[in-house]
């Protein structure tokens, strides 16, 4: 059974910075690709970004492109969500995820983390 926990969340100003951890437990790490989204009170979760297992592609959503890079260190068997420019706007339950092929399709992906709070103050 894949774990997934998230760590790094918290309080942060607008245009500060945060670096999200997810750490994978319980299979092999590099069978998976890996996604994170996020979900504002209210609203549908959203994508985020996403790596393939090799760590050689990567995808954004439309709203975070330029300003947060997604990464994975396959030897730690931990994926990363470096958060830069932040706005208030990216005020949301973070959330990693976890399944065979990559997507930008919430619903594609079987395995979730139990999310982290980040919020940006203006």
């Known amino acids: 059974q894949v774990q997934l926990v998230e760590s790094g969340g918290g309080l942060a100003q607008a245009g500060g910075s945060l670096r999200l951890s997810c750490a994978f437990n319980g299979r092999t790490f590099t069978n998976y690709a890996m996604g994170w989204f996020r979900q504002a009170p209210g609203k549908e979760r959203e994508f985020v970004a996403a790596?393939?297992?090799?760590?050689?592609?990567?995808y954004y959503g439309d709203s975070v492109k330029g300003r947060f890079t997604i990464s994975r260190d396959n030897v730690k068997d931990t994926v990363y969500l470096q958060m830069n420019s932040l706005k208030p706007e990216d005020t949301a339950v973070y959330y990693c995820a976890a399944d065979y092929q990559v997507s930008m399709r919430y619903h594609a992906y079987h395995y979730w983390g139990q999310g982290t709070q980040v919020t940006v103050s203006s």
């Open positions: 790596i393939d297992w090799s760590g050689n592609y990567t």
